[in-house]
């Protein structure tokens, strides 16, 4: 079995400030993925960044990086130089070994303020 | 590329009625989803397919089914509408890494607004 835990329903922050959302997790699998989806008020689900847990290196996509804490089970999104455009709900999700099937948070309301 | 559509983007029912939410992929992949999406809940998967002619179900799959008759295609039906069911459906497909079974990247359709009266 698998879950997702996002800690903060809400955060905020200003425009060109950084900012990190929490996300633990835990699983049975050994060979799994970590990802961010970002839904913005249009309400597309958009890929953020991905992990691949039996690589250390974090992640990072621009403006976007993780801290991947495997042993921790932890697996936070910061993002740098925060622009209006990056409001929107985040969703945490694992998936990945022998599970076809990828398990979300609840979700992180991320609102950036001019 | 299209990547993942969804038809309809919104539809409205009264309690009893049916309707089929019609998914469709052109980036030739093997997996195919079904989710729910209702505040504070996330994401849960409804049934999910891992190829052709193949439908499994998920985490809330009661009140629902689902047909994967050609592999671009997955279709979720509703047979008898209830308000429990208003919700914002959400279709995804993803490719298969290696045979096995190990699934990455989900890519998602705009998803449907379903309200049942």
């Known amino acids: 079995a698998q879950t997702v835990t996002q800690s903060q329903p809400e955060m905020s922050v200003q425009e060109a400030e950084t900012v990190t959302l929490s996300c633990t997790y835990d699983?049975?699998?050994?060979?799994?993925?970590l990802f961010w989806y970002k839904q913005p008020p249009s309400r597309q689900m958009i890929l953020v960044i991905r992990q691949e847990a039996y690589k250390q290196q974090n992640a990072t996509e621009n403006r976007f990086s993780v801290n991947f804490q495997k042993a921790a089970k932890s697996f936070s999104l910061k993002i740098s130089d925060s622009q209006l455009g990056d409001t929107a709900m985040y969703f945490c999700a694992t998936g990945g070994g022998s599970n076809y099937k990828l398990t979300f948070g609840k979700g992180t309301l991320l609102t950036v303020n001019p | 590329n299209a990547g993942v559509t969804q038809t309809p983007k919104f539809r409205v029912l009264k309690t009893g009625q049916s309707m089929t939410l019609l998914c469709a992929q052109d980036m030739n992949h093997e997996y195919m989803y079904w989710y729910r999406q209702d505040p504070g809940m996330g994401l849960r998967l409804i049934h999910y397919s891992v190829g052709e002619g193949t439908t499994a179900k998920g985490e809330v799959p009661d009140g629902y089914n689902v047909s994967r008759l050609k592999k671009q295609n997955f279709l979720l039906g509703l047979e008898s509408a209830a308000p429990s069911q208003t919700s914002v459906y959400f279709c995804?497909?993803?490719?298969?890494?290696?045979?096995?079974?190990?699934?990455?990247?989900?890519?998602f359709g705009p998803g449907t607004r379903l309200t049942v009266l």
């Open positions: 699983t049975s699998e050994s060979n799994y993925y």
């Open positions: 995804a497909s993803s490719y298969e890494l290696r045979a096995g079974g190990h699934t990455d990247t989900q890519y």
